[in-house]
Structures are given as C-alpha cells and as structure tokens.
C-alpha cells in the first residue's frame, strides 16, 4: 500500500475526493483504508454529499461496517489533553463550514492522560447496578484534573439509563505522573447515597484504585487477560441461561416493574 492512511488524511483535509479516486483507481488504497476514510470523512468535512461519494468508492463486497459512529466518543477529554485541542468546538466549526485553523502537522502530542470512567456499579457484585439518591458529593479538583459530571448533591441516578455517572481525567507529563495524579484525584472523590433499598450507592472508583496500584499496570505489563490474572474477584461471570431461567427471570422482572408502579416508585 503505498499511500497509508495519515497520507489519505491529509488528502481529505484538502477537500479534493478527487485525488481520492485516482488513488483508489491505480490500487493504491486498499478496501480497509478506504472504509477508514470514509467513516472519518463526514467529521473531517462536514460535508454529506461527499460523505456518500466516499462511501460509494468502498468495495463492500468482502468488507462491512461494524460500527459508524459519527461523533466524539467518552474518551475524547483524553485526546483534548494531550493535544490541547478542543474537539467539541472544532466539530461546531466544521459543521458551520469554517476552515480548521490546523493541519495534522501542526497537532503535538505533550505528556500522558488517563481517564476512570466512574458507573454506578458494584465491582463486588459482578458490576451490578446501584442506582439511588446522592445526598453528598465532592468532586476531585486541583491541577491536571478534569471533571466531568452531571450529578450533585440532592439528585438521582436513574435505573433507566447508563450507569456511567462521572468521568475523570488526569494530565501528567508522564504515565506515570497521570497515574499519581489520579489516584489523588479519586481519593478526593466522595460520593454517598442511598439506594431505594436502604443500601449504600456502590461505584466503580475502589475497583480504579486497586488497578492504578497494581504494580503489573504501573509497569505496563498488561493484556487483555488482566482483571483475569490480577484482580479476579472483578472478573464478570456470564451464565449462559436456560429457556426456563430466562422465562422466570423475564417475569420477574415484569412483576417488579408492575409492583414499582402501583407503589408510585420515583427517583426523580
């Protein structure tokens, strides 16, 4: 392949599909760098017709999307940090047909960022839901944290809705240095609250310490299997249920939900 995709990139960012074609013609993008290009293509331009024309040079005959998604993903305070570009503000521009003010050239990436995505869930529970009403909170702060949430004190969190409930992102001029700032952070984080049980709100910042202290993960020896090897009491069991089972676990829930709405359940 001679023209990779940061080449093709760049091509795109000139607005000239064009040149595209040509290089599709003479072979020299193959079926997985043009499908690359033409997922990117709408958020690099903006530009919907050529969307479609991009889309129309992939060869679909072997190749299929799994996934488009079209947008900034949850991870992208990560990105912003260490290029400190602002991604949001950037899409805005080129939905409103502004040139970008930065070529691939001029983006430099400083330092390391790590992000703890915070869920109302309890690790010791296989990550079980754990919805209810905050009644304290205090949020991390201080240099190289970022926060981002939309609880306070006095709120709710829905069991309606994805249980992610806080994000946390740390900047350091190391790995390592991000690894100690977050942990700072997290150790700042309080969040208490009562579930409609009379339980205690459960969430996913003990199970982020635990990992961000593994000697395994500050070294960077890590895989795929790590949960699995060093913390297996997080490990998600996943029982493949009988018919029967999933019968008695559908009406179950069923009748929950029924009881729940004759009893005027809120959580608002």
Do not use: W
Request: glycine share 6%; with cysteine.
């Amino acid at each position: 392949m001679n023209a990779d995709v940061n080449g093709a990139l760049n091509i795109l960012s000139k607005s000239k599909v064009v040149s595209l074609e040509r290089l599709y013609n003479r072979g020299e993008l193959d079926t997985p760098v043009r499908i690359r290009i033409a997922c990117l293509s709408n958020f690099l331009n903006g530009d919907t017709k050529k969307s479609t024309r991009l889309l129309e040079l992939c060869d679909f005959s072997r190749e299929r999307f799994r996934e488009i998604n079209p947008r900034v993903q949850v991870e992208h305070g990560v990105t912003e940090a260490v290029t400190g570009i602002d991604l949001v503000k950037t899409q805005i521009k080129i939905a409103a047909n502004e040139p970008l003010d930065f070529t691939q050239k001029d983006i430099k990436i400083t330092g390391h960022a790590i992000e703890c995505r915070i869920n109302a869930e309890d690790p010791d529970q296989h990550f079980m839901p754990s919805p209810g009403r905050i009644y304290f909170m205090h949020e991390p702060s201080g240099p190289r944290v970022r926060f981002e949430s939309a609880i306070t004190a006095g709120l709710a969190i829905e069991p309606y809705y994805d249980s992610l409930i806080a994000k946390v992102i740390t900047h350091g001029r190391t790995r390592g240095d991000a690894i100690l700032i977050m942990l700072r952070a997290l150790n700042e984080f309080i969040i208490e609250g009562e579930t409609e049980g009379g339980d205690t709100v459960k969430t996913t910042i003990p199970l982020h310490k635990k990992i961000l202290e593994d000697s395994y993960f500050r070294t960077g020896n890590i895989d795929t299997q790590f949960i699995k090897k060093r913390l297996p009491v997080y490990e998600t069991i996943k029982k493949k249920l009988t018919l029967k089972e999933k019968m008695q676990l559908t009406q179950t829930l069923g009748e929950n939900l029924t009881k729940a709405i004759d009893e005027g359940l809120d959580y608002t």
